[in-house]
């Protein structure tokens, strides 16, 4: 009766936790484009999307990411062994456990009709099943006791989802332990498996036969025994015994454990130990099949969704079904730290205390805003941080273990933030080609410099557009600037020109000092802002050494650009255009 009835109350939580979860999914919104959009909408669309992928093309692509990225967790595997060993370990063991144990009278019997548990090859099998979890957790604790990460955080939800792990299976092994040495389950079997039951010297001997070669600790028998008690015993064990159970040394852990339980069961039948080691664990997977929707465990439903998802991904989404996916993708992160470790602005959290610049840190933000959580101004301003001094370098989504589309998170909660901001970020990467993207790609006939100004004129006025960028008017010094911009037009803000740079490590604070760093310079010259650039005392603090150029991944002539910035700011001196 408890079983049953807990049973049905975790199974009640899992499930109305899903639905309501999965709900969320239609319901929240992360940006305000995604709030004008209708739950009815969304699910409408998600499931002609999921019908068109299943029906589509899609579908090989799809099986093939079910296996290799779902499966075998390639995408772990490419990046980190150690880590993909040990969820390979937890994900599989706990798989076959299912399999085997937890739904063996639906599975296991049906499918292998001389199953029996307590026989090998099954009770050796359910054995090694349980040590693969439980040494997939005790990689995991030394992973984050002994293998510190940087910048890897360990969580409330962390520690939650280990222990109830590790209570479900040492609590399965100790159970087992406590039924081999318990009288009470010997004396059960023998009562239901034999008629020797009422003959009291045959019990004996079978007994002695148990407790010398099974395990069986016996409050009442103490080796050593006659042999001819034992030959007694081994006769009525091939007779009764033998077809459907294997020695306990095959439970080769559970049987070492039944050891730590001699001081109790020396003393008793063993069955109140079995009994609690019964309510210990049962009621430890009754916890974890309710908290899965609700905490760190839920990716285990999420997970596989969003790297079916990536692969179904087409070239053109209808809004609705991105909305969805970036809100079941918020609810796909594991928390593992991999986005965190190759940030490419990752470095800067240890002089800057914010934690919303590493991206695994970003995810928890975004989940409390697409919730409807409301932040803090603190918080806010934070976030807001955290997505200015992203680069947009997108090796965050390259190692994603579980698919998320990273970079279009930062991107769309990035410009739909900035749409509500009054002044641009116009030398850093959330310049006008972020505010004003979709309008500046109607201006094809025009220089990007040029259209970024219109754009800004027309938006602000005559006045302030005087003021923050220059006019059409292309003045003669600015020609050799120009010249470069089949070079420059292909800088992605990634800052290694910045990094590379050895003039900024003179300095104890180089923005305050230099005024503009290397990658501001290029990013004022794209729009224009020669007159910003000529006054960065970092345009004439330049070496020349050509470290910038050679590191840029994108093969921007860096030092050129700013020799070309230095000659035209030196040439509208003699004329007098420069004041």
Sequence with gaps: MFFTIGLYISLTILVVGLIYKVSGWFRHSLTSADKELGTGARLSSTLRAVGGAVLGVNLASMIKAFFLDVLLLRRSFKEDLYRWGMHMLIFWGFILLVFMHAFESQISEPLLPDYISTLNPYLFLREFFGLMVAAGVVMALYRRLRMPRPRLRTRSMDVAAIIIVCVIILSGFLLKGSKIASQSEFMRMVQDYSHIYYYEEEVEALESYWVQNYGLISPDLEPPFPKELLAEGQELNDLFCVTCHSQSQWAAVSYASSKLTHPVTSRSDG????????????????????????????????????????????????????????????????????????????????????????????????????????????????????????????????????????????????????????????????????????????????????????????????????????????????????????????????????????????????VDSLGLLPHQIIHATILGHSDLAASSRMLWACLGCYQCQEQCPQGVRVTDVLYAQKQAALSGLKTGENK
């Excluded at 692969?311 to 992160?333: F, I, Q």
Aim: charged letters at 25%; proline letters at 5%.
């Design 271 to 510: 069955e109140s130990l079995v009994s609690f080691f019964w309510y210990l664990h049962v009621l430890a997977v009754f916890a974890g099949l309710a908290w899965i929707p609700f905490g760190k465990m839920f990716h285990l439903v999420t997970s596989p969704l969003s790297l079916l998802t990536s692969s179904a991904r087409g070239k053109k989404t209808d809004p609705e079904v991105s909305a969805v996916r970036r809100n079941m993708e918020l609810d796909a992160c594991t928390q593992c730290g991999a986005c965190s470790e190759r940030c490419s602005v990752g470095v800067a959290v240890e002089s800057i205390p914010n934690n919303n610049i590493l991206p695994s840190e970003k995810i928890l933000a975004l989940r409390a805003v697409s919730s409807g959580h409301s932040l803090s101004s603190r918080d806010q301003k934070a976030l807001a941080e955290g997505l200015v001094v992203c680069t947009n370098c997108r090796r965050c989504k390259d190692v994603c273990p579980v698919g998320i589309d990273l970079q279009d998170l930062w991107t769309t909660v990035r410009e739909d933030m900035l749409r509500n901001l009054v002044e641009p970020y116009s030398l850093s990467q959330l310049s006008l080609d972020s505010i004003l993207r979709d309008q500046l790609r109607t201006r094809k006939d025009e220089p990007f410099w040029i259209a970024a100004g219109n754009m800004v004129k027309d938006y602000y006025g005559d006045a302030a557009s005087r003021e923050i960028v220059l006019s059409k008017k292309a003045n003669t010094d600015q020609e050799l600037v120009r010249s470069l911009e089949n070079t420059f037009r292909y800088c992605f803000k990634c800052k290694t020109c910045s990094s590379a740079c050895p003039v900024p490590d003179y300095f104890e604070n180089p």
